[in-house]
């Protein structure tokens, strides 16, 4: 049995992102560090990761392009453990609500647990995000309710406008101000639909966006930005470049005459995925920011 790639996590708020690996059930972390030659080669059929740390019984071949990459028995069992799918009501422990953006005009609301501090909103890509509250599961899943009626913002957000927008990122100043009033809006709530029982946290911009080196080359800048993205995986095919930048689950990488690249480490998964050095990519892509798109192999 490989390694079997399992994503890109962001552990450490002052680190960068660590791709994830598993065999059976062992696990281990890659760390990744802008400016290194990162390169992979997908080889086989992608197949199922399974669910809650166990193998999916049955090895079933997904598709290319799913970011899942669970067969539809996997998928059940793990939505039925899942705070997202509100299978878990008395889910004990203690959950922050936030506001989080991801590029102008666009923000959401959402939770999560505590005890993983800010992890959860970079491994969504969120740029800048304040903390609102905290307090038990079913008060912070109220807030999230009241919050996206009375500020009229949701609380999913599909990924590929999250990049899109981040492809025309504006200043520090700008982006906390957008929060700070949506900020001041939910405060101003205290006492007209607020829970009781969730404790509303002071006002603190966090801006994610050195940790992703979004704001330099590779990012928003440099060699005019992300062109294209890998749309998934074939056999035989290859990723590679100099890692520049890296948001929620995708790598940037400089990939030569190629240009930037990004590509979601959630495509990887279930792949068979081997060293690759040069740079280039031989992957279907589809080309960002202009409408146009390319889904053969270039």
Same mark, same amino acid.
């Given at each position: 049995?490989?390694?079997?790639? #399992? ?8 680190? $960068? ?5 598993? *065999? ?5 972390? +890659? ?11 997908? +080889? ?21 392009? +799913? ?40 923000? *959401? ?15 969504? $890509?969120?740029?800048?995000? +304040? ?42 100043? =700008?982006?906390?101000?957008? =929060?700070?009033?949506?900020? /001041? ?48 995986? =074939? ?49 279907? #892509? ?9 889904? /053969?192999?270039?």
């Amino acid at each position: 049995m490989n390694w079997q790639c #399992t994503g890109l996590r962001w552990p450490d708020e002052r680190g $960068g992102p660590v791709l994830g690996w598993r *065999k059976g059930r062992q696990t281990r972390g +890659s760390a990744l560090a802008y400016g290194t030659e990162f390169g992979f080669r997908a +080889s086989g059929v992608r197949i199922c990761v399974g669910a809650r740390g166990n193998a999916c019984p049955m090895a079933v071949p997904v598709p290319e392009r +799913s970011t899942g990459a669970r067969c539809v028995e996997c998928g059940r069992l793990d939505r039925a453990h899942s705070v997202a799918a509100d299978t878990i009501p008395d889910d004990p422990r203690t959950y922050r609500v936030y506001l989080a953006w991801f590029g102008t005009g666009l923000v *959401k609301v959402g939770i999560t647990a505590e005890e993983r501090g800010a992890a959860r909103l970079r491994e969504q $890509g969120a740029v800048v995000f +304040s903390w609102l509250g905290r307090g038990p599961l079913m008060a912070a899943r109220r807030a999230e309710e009241v919050l996206r009626a009375a500020l009229g913002v949701p609380d999913r957000i599909p990924y590929a406008r999250k990049r899109a927008v981040r492809a025309d990122l504006v200043g520090p100043a =700008v982006r906390a101000a957008e =929060v700070a009033e949506l900020y /001041g809006r939910a405060a101003a709530l205290d006492g007209r639909g607020w829970p009781e029982a969730l404790e509303r946290l002071p006002f603190a911009v966090v801006d994610h966006a050195g940790v992703f080196a979004i704001d330099g080359p590779g990012g928003t800048g440099g060699r005019g930005g992300v062109v294209r993205a890998v749309t998934g995986l =074939v056999d035989g095919g290859v990723v590679a470049g100099r890692l520049v930048a890296a948001a929620g689950p995708d790598l940037h990488l400089d990939a030569g005459g190629d240009g930037v690249v990004v590509v979601d480490t959630r495509l990887m998964t279930g792949w068979d995925l081997a060293a690759a050095a040069g740079s280039g990519v031989s992957m279907p #892509t589809v080309t960002t920011g202009g409408g146009a798109s390319q889904d /053969g192999l270039f």
